[in-house]
T-cell receptor, first 111, second 112 residues
Framework: AQSVTQLDSQVPVFEEAPVELRCNYSSSVSVYLFWYVQYPNQGLQLLLKYLSGSTLVKGINGFEAEFNKSQTSFHLRKPSVHISDTAEYFCAVTSNYQLIWGAGTKLIIKP | EAQVTQNPRYLITVTGKKLTVTCSQNMNHEYMSWYRQDPGLGLRQIYYSMNVEVTDKGDVPEGYKVSRKEKRNFPLILESPSPNQTSLYFC???????????FGPGTRLTVT
């Protein structure tokens, strides 16, 4: 069975500092990986996805993620965060049409 | 504009009063899904549908029903709501080979 672990429930970071949100998954088959973002009181929006090809994936708003098959990880990074990045970030994995979701990481930007 | 719509966006109801949350997509997607989101638990799948008249249980189906009589609509039915069904509900659809889920805006349900 597949599972997703987001290692941090909250990540506080100063504005303009870099950030990494960690995501590890377990699966016995090849998977597709996603990061979604949920801004306060809003729905879910796709940030980026890995289906195949280059392991470094670039998404919207300056975010990127690297797929590491040997470590079964898909960590999300941004070199310099802005107050507008305050949101909850969800990692998800699938090998078919059913997504398995992590519990989410709240990114808290400190001024 | 490609989108998934849900109605109502907010609903406060009482225990036992049947309700339906509608979901509609205009992208001709075959796969649709319902999730509930609760703090600290992420998104949990309630039911999904691979196509018209094909539905299956997700991780937390108890207390919910769905139907898929036409491709664009996938309503969620709570026959007898209870307070533990107070939650934020999202409908989603998937199309093509990208497996990307398109989400509705969410329905915040409170059962008193």
């Amino acid at each position: 069975a597949q599972s997703v672990t987001q290692l941090d429930s909250q990540v506080p970071v100063f504005e303009e500092a870099p950030v990494e949100l960690r995501c590890n998954y377990s699966s016995s088959v090849s998977v597709y990986l996603f990061w979604y973002v949920q801004y306060p009181n809003q729905g879910l929006q796709l940030l980026l996805k890995y289906l195949s090809g280059s392991t470094l994936v670039k998404g919207i708003n300056g975010f990127e993620a690297e797929f590491n098959k040997s470590q079964t990880s898909f960590h999300l990074r941004k070199p310099s965060v802005h107050i507008s990045d305050t949101a909850e970030y969800f990692c998800a994995v699938t090998s078919n049409y059913q997504l398995i979701w992590g519990a989410g990481t709240k990114l808290i930007i400190k001024p | 504009e490609a989108q998934v719509t849900q109605n109502p966006r907010y609903l406060i109801t009482v225990t036992g009063k049947k309700l339906t949350v509608t979901c509609s997509q205009n992208m001709n997607h075959e796969y649709m899904s319902w999730y509930r989101q609760d703090p600290g638990l992420g998104l949990r799948q309630i039911y999904y549908s691979m196509n018209v008249e094909v539905t299956d249980k997700g991780d937390v189906p108890e207390g919910y029903k769905v139907s898929r009589k036409e491709k664009r609509n996938f309503p969620l039915i709570l026959e007898s709501p209870s307070p533990n069904q107070t939650s934020l509900y999202f409908c989603a659809s998937i199309g093509g080979n990208s497996y990307e889920q398109y989400f509705g805006p969410g329905t915040r349900l409170t059962v008193t």
